[in-house]
């Protein structure tokens, strides 16, 4: 991109001239092919959560969470209720669309409409969403809400510089690393070192195909395993952009 500079020479952003502030987020649902995303409402998914969430019998998922773990279905209930209100998070269920059931959540946060950013967070995959082609699905449809429906111009994924599992899926979803932010978070009385990542609304089109295609059907043979690689895709989608 062309490089703009003021009247008096000094280098300046280039202009938005066609920008206007996109709306915050609707709770309403998503629909996909292997999963469903549905505004979390305690009545609804709370107990289906909790039942998925103890199949996690370590209790792993809650180590880089600011939440959990919680002593009871009651306690895990009361957390629910209140992150269903409010306008920031937006927490949505994600539910199977084979069983009808809710198996992980997640959230648009840190919304950030006159900026155009926003960031995703907040996600608990259980282990009947863990490595499905609805976790990947599910963020998917965040993705294409944020972008296509909103018209934000940045999606952030953020985590615990200790988080390998989640650095791992950022890249496999085609985000960039941006940097490390040190001594960023005091999180259960310890130190977070916080890792960035993002998309941007002009990388989006050719992520979006890149998910589409491996989302498609015919990548997926009768025993379910994948022809073609997210990771493969996304990367080749993003390379040319961020050379």
Known sequence: MSEHRNHLGQPIGFPLPEWKVPPRPARTPMQGRFCRLEPLEAARHADQLWDAIQLDREGRNWTYLPVGPFDGAAAFRAWAETASVGDDPVFFAIVDQATGRAIGYASLMRIDPRN??????????????????????????????VFDELGYRRYEWKCDSLNAPSRAAAARLGFAYEGLFRHNVVTKGRNRDTTWFSILDTEWPALEAAFERWLAPANFAADGSQRESLSELTQAAVAPLRA
């Open 116 to 145: 155009g950013v926003i960031e995703v967070g907040h996600i608990n995959y259980t282990p009947p969403l863990q490595r499905k082609p609805a976790a990947t699905e599910a963020m998917f449809l965040l993705m294409r809400r």
